[in-house]
């Protein structure tokens, strides 16, 4: 627990095997464990262990018989649009069937389906991100995003004063607490918990004053255009979802755009649709967003001419 600035000890003891004469540790009730708070020690504040932990309970699969097991949907995708593709002929999953190339898992494994169209990771994912970034594109989004930033900052400066001003009623409130044990002690009422609760405010004001002399966090700046960082953004999406830092964050907040893709056979090449709504990529909240959800929802159809990212599988013959 060295994350939150606490050390543990004794959560463990050690007996010796009678037949190897080898030690084997056995755990201790939580009530023998010795607890040392060394929060200068912390690597993570409360708020972020806890929402790492909620994330990590959603992401593990139980494999125990007497703990609920979680939803396989939970599991995080292997690839940009793992299980969000489907078969525009039997409705089925689309799968990598060959290498890198998706295709009909029902065609492929049990060949019930005649949709033998097959196309390239690349190629696929290429073609979906071209067609958000022009949806994404449009003047009524990027609108929202400067709403969005503009909202954002102004409740991030606003919560920044209020710290600032918390800590100085505390800073006022301690300092009136100390003069009022000091003026008891001065009238003769000292007493040994005077004395204590003297020392112990001392060290608070300490604290409190050495944060107030703190630099002060930086002003939060926007871009001077807000619209050309927005362009610039969505234009290097690609770019954004396979940086290393922010890659799981970023196919998060990308499969919450995308509610279904269908791929299905045409006679020149394939056709993929991208079902989903646009809205929530920006901002769930904007207060400019009035429209009931179901009118944010989108479908965009693109055909894929046939070429080198793109294959029509063999049909299968299956005897009877």
């Known amino acids: 627990m060295l994350y939150l600035g606490r050390l543990i000890w004794n959560r463990q003891r050690f007996i010796k095997d009678p037949t190897t004469g080898k030690r084997q540790a056995r755990p201790n009730p939580p009530e023998m464990w010795i607890t040392q708070e060394v929060q200068d020690l912390a690597i993570l504040d409360p708020a972020t262990w806890e929402a790492a932990q909620k994330a990590q309970a959603k992401?593990?699969?139980?494999?125990?018989?007497?703990?609920?097991?979680?939803?396989?949907?939970?599991?995080?995708?292997?690839?940009?649009f793992s299980g969000l593709?489907?078969?525009?002929?039997?409705?089925?999953?689309?799968?990598?069937?060959?290498?890198?190339?998706?295709?009909?898992?029902?065609?492929?494994?049990?060949?019930?389906?005649?949709?033998?169209?097959?196309?390239a990771q690349p190629e696929l994912e290429e073609a979906i991100l071209s067609s958000l970034?022009?949806?994404?594109?449009?003047?009524?989004?990027?609108?929202?995003?400067?709403?969005?930033?503009?909202?954002?900052?102004?409740?991030?400066?606003?919560?920044?004063?209020?710290?600032?001003?918390?800590?100085?009623?505390?800073?006022?409130?301690?300092?009136?607490?100390?003069?009022?044990?000091?003026?008891?002690?001065?009238?003769?009422?000292?007493?040994?918990?005077?004395?204590?609760?003297?020392?112990?405010?001392?060290?608070?004001?300490s604290q409190l004053t050495a944060q107030a002399a703190a630099p002060?966090?930086?002003?939060?700046?926007?871009?001077?255009?807000?619209?050309?960082?927005?362009?610039?953004?969505?234009?290097?999406?690609?770019?954004?979802?396979?940086?290393?830092?922010?890659?799981?964050?970023?196919?998060?907040?990308?499969?919450?755009?995308?509610?279904?893709?269908?791929?299905?056979?045409?006679?020149?090449?394939?056709?993929?649709?991208?079902t989903g709504a646009l809205g929530p990529i920006i901002h769930q909240t904007a207060q400019t967003q009035k429209a009931p959800q179901g009118e944010l929802v989108s479908e965009t159809a693109i055909l894929l001419v046939a070429g080198a990212g793109y294959v029509e599988a063999p049909t299968l013959d299956i005897a009877a």
Request: contains cysteine; proline residues 4%.
């Open 59 to 80: 992401r593990t699969r139980a494999t125990r018989p007497d703990r609920p097991r979680v939803d396989v949907a939970n599991r995080r995708p292997k690839h940009l």
């Open 133 to 205: 970034q022009a949806d994404l594109l449009t003047p009524e989004l990027t609108q929202t995003f400067i709403t969005a930033c503009v909202e954002e900052t102004a409740s991030l400066t606003k919560a920044q004063a209020a710290d600032t001003g918390a800590l100085g009623a505390r800073i006022a409130s301690t300092q009136t607490a100390i003069t009022n044990i000091v003026d008891a002690i001065a009238s003769g009422r000292a007493s040994a918990a005077l004395t204590t609760r003297l020392a112990s405010l001392e060290d608070t004001l």
């Open 85 to 119: 593709i489907k078969c525009g002929g039997c409705g089925g999953g689309v799968t990598m069937v060959s290498g890198h190339y998706y295709g009909c898992a029902a065609s492929k494994n049990k060949g019930t389906c005649e949709n033998r169209a097959r196309i």
């Open 216 to 274: 002060e966090q930086a002003t939060i700046a926007l871009p001077s255009d807000l619209g050309q960082h927005y362009k610039a953004m969505v234009q290097d999406l690609r770019a954004q979802l396979t940086h290393p830092e922010a890659i799981y964050d970023a196919m998060t907040i990308l499969r919450t755009l995308i509610t279904e893709i269908t791929l299905q056979s045409q006679p020149q090449g394939c056709a993929l649709t991208i």
